[in-house]
């Protein structure tokens, strides 16, 4: 799983890791799944937090949910634990950077350049 990294409009930096790889072999797939984290900028945070992967719940201080794509373009779901909750502008905002990412495949290699 290859995590995205993106801050939105109020600096809150974010780590996204899809649940499943995306794969640029002449079928565009990318998954409808992507857990989220703060971005603490921690050296070994991606491998720490993709083990906790699908847990029931996740203790981790720096998650902050699940945004799965039921349909994309349509219907959306955000899933959050305890800590802090995504306020409404904050899912919009990352559904809207996803939905770019998703319709933008040639994109894809070049996410953590950014």
Same mark, same amino acid.
């Given at each position: 799983?290859?995590?995205?990294? *993106?801050?939105?409009?109020?600096?809150?930096?974010?780590?996204?890791?899809?649940?499943?790889? *995306?794969?640029?072999?002449?079928?565009?797939?990318?998954?409808?799944? &992507?857990?989220? &984290?703060?971005?603490?900028?921690?050296?070994?945070?991606?491998?720490?937090?993709?083990?906790?992967?699908?847990?029931?719940?996740?203790?981790?201080?720096? &998650?902050?949910?699940?945004?799965?794509?039921?349909?994309?373009?349509?219907?959306?779901?955000?899933?959050?634990?305890?800590?802090?909750?995504?306020?409404?502008?904050?899912?919009?905002?990352?559904?809207?950077?996803?939905?770019?990412?998703?319709?933008?495949?040639?994109?894809?290699?070049?996410?953590?350049?950014?």
């Amino acid at each position: 799983m290859t995590p995205l990294f *993106f801050s939105l409009g109020n600096r809150l930096r974010l780590m996204v890791i899809p649940d499943t790889e *995306f794969h640029l072999d002449g079928h565009a797939v990318l998954t409808h799944t &992507y857990s989220i &984290y703060r971005d603490s900028g921690k050296d070994g945070q991606i491998q720490s937090k993709e083990k906790a992967l699908h847990l029931d719940h996740n203790t981790d201080p720096d &998650y902050l949910g699940v945004i799965t794509f039921e349909e994309p373009g349509k219907l959306f779901s955000y899933t959050h634990n305890d800590g802090r909750i995504l306020t409404h502008d904050e899912i919009e905002e990352i559904i809207e950077h996803l939905t770019h990412i998703r319709d933008n495949p040639a994109n894809w290699q070049h996410l953590n350049d950014l």
